[in-house]
């Protein structure tokens, strides 16, 4: 399948990859957005109420439905799949909101950026690192789904389109070649754009040592742009020696932020049964996720930013140990695009 050649611009540097027809836009470049109506539950979508006519003047609101992903597990990681929606309470900016839409195990169609860290420093991991992708790819792939596999090294290359078809990942995997240096950021942007006209669950995982030695765009831009195209993102960071010199702990924590500021999480690997491990266990909490959406109360604020909280009813009856359950999404959505 040919596929068309991407740039990424960034001042007077480009990174060339491949792409599904995606086009990748830099940061500050203008774009159209999209909505959906709340039955796509696909991120914040913005319906618009009815129109209310009077003889003199006609008044036109527009309220959106932000619609967010959680995951709940008890106090040995195990995902909880059995509460209702009476069992949860919802904030925005520490404001009780009302719980619109609710939905356990969602059969939303989910999308996947599976991205795998080519750079020289993992070369002696990548032979394992492919053959768990693939494992995990043939275990999670309905054909509603779709998974794009992207490598990156110092350039970031879309190898797939979307896809539910093995055939077409497993000549992508084929196709991975090892670089030098290690563009993670530029990634995580990259990521984060092909999902973000996606419909349904988007989610990237990411397979890195941790390290980023040559991105063109900031951690602060990847991160922004990966919470507005509602991006849970996974890291699994590999750690072939646990006390290496080298390593980048740096790079680690910002994986690890990120994973939690989006609702997902982090995972540590030095060989592969842990990855395996890893992937099973994502896997598993893609398959038991609560899908909740709000109308937002109308409030002024100064930023643009919402703040989400989402906690487990302290009395519940659906789950024995209510205080042991731990709520995992994403931190919060902004109001303004930043492009």
Not at 191 to 218: C, F, H, N, P, Y
Not at 254 to 279: H, M, N, P, V, W
Request: hydrophobic share 35%.
């Amino acid at each position: 399948m040919a596929l068309a050649t991407t740039m990424l611009m960034l001042g007077s540097s480009w990174c060339a990859g491949q792409s599904s027809g995606v086009v990748h836009r830099p940061p500050g470049a203008s774009s159209a957005g999209s909505s959906a109506s709340p039955s796509q539950a696909a991120g914040s979508s913005a319906p618009e109420a009815p129109a209310t006519d009077d003889a003199s003047t006609t008044f036109r609101v527009n309220v959106k439905l932000v619609n967010v992903f959680a995951t709940v597990t008890d106090s040995s990681g195990a995902p909880v799949a059995s509460l209702k929606q009476d069992d949860f309470q919802l904030f925005e900016d520490g404001v009780p909101q009302k719980i619109a839409v609710f939905a356990r195990e969602s059969e939303l169609p989910l999308s996947i950026v599976l991205a795998i860290d080519t750079s020289l420093s993992t070369k002696s991991d990548q032979k394992l690192e492919l053959e768990s992708a693939r494992r995990f790819s043939k275990a999670i792939l309905r054909p509603i789904d779709g998974v794009s596999l992207f490598e990156f090294s110092e350039i970031v290359d879309q190898l797939t389109p979307f896809t539910s078809d093995l055939r077409v990942l497993d000549k992508g995997i084929n196709r991975v070649r090892t670089g030098a240096a290690t563009a993670l950021y530029d990634m995580l942007y990259l990521g984060a754009d092909a999902l973000e006209q996606r419909r349904g669950r988007k989610v990237m995982v990411v397979i890195t040592d941790g390290g980023d030695t040559m991105s063109k765009v900031s951690y602060q831009e990847a991160v922004r742009e990966a919470q507005e195209a509602e991006a849970i993102v996974y890291s699994i960071i590999i750690v072939p020696i646990e006390n290496s010199a080298g390593r980048d702990t740096g790079g680690e924590h910002a994986l690890i932020q990120l994973s939690r500021d989006t609702g997902g999480k982090y995972y540590y690997a030095s060989g592969l049964e842990q990855l395996d491990g890893a992937f099973h266990k994502i896997s598993e909490e893609l398959r038991t996720q609560y899908l909740i959406g709000y109308y937002p109360t109308v409030r002024l604020s100064s930023s643009d930013f919402r703040r989400i909280e989402i906690k487990v009813v302290p009395n519940t009856p659906d789950y024995p140990n209510p205080s042991e359950l731990q709520v995992r999404t994403r931190a919060g959505y902004y109001t303004m695009p930043s492009k």
